[in-house]
Nanobody
Framework: QVQLVESGGGLVQPGGSLRLSCAAA????????MSWYRQAPGKERELVAR????????IYADSVKGRFTISRDNAKSTVYLQMNSLKPEDTAVYYC???????WGQGTQVTVSS
């Protein structure tokens, strides 16, 4: 059974940092590209970042380029999202997803506020 468990969210002041983790199980993690998405209240879910199975290719949404870094550890079946210079508009529930799969985790809430 596919499982995706996000963690690391919380309340942070503008300019602060958080590191999100997504632990995966139930599939061969090392063969799948992985993505982070986010959904703010009243908005559609949007792609934040994507990393290929080997980590050799990465894309970011324009809104997070230069501030967020996606990475993965295939030995731990975990994908990460390092978020720096956070802004109030980054407030959302963050989800990870394996590309081409339809499973979603429960998400982790990130709130950026003073």
């Amino acid at each position: 059974q596919v499982q995706l468990v996000e963690s690391g969210g919380g309340l942070v002041q503008p300019g602060g940092s958080l590191r999100l983790s997504c632990a995966a199980a139930g599939f061969t993690f090392s063969t799948y590209a992985m993505s982070w998405y986010r959904q703010a209240p009243g908005k559609e879910r949007e792609l934040v970042a994507r990393i290929t199975s080997t980590g050799g290719s990465i894309i970011y949404a324009d809104s997070v380029k230069g501030r967020f870094t996606i990475s993965r550890d295939n030995a731990k079946s975990t994908v990460y999202l390092q978020m720096n210079s956070l802004k109030p508009e980054d407030t959302a529930v963050y989800y990870c997803k394996a590309v081409s799969m339809t499973y979603w985790g429960q998400g982790t809430q990130v709130t950026v506020s003073s």
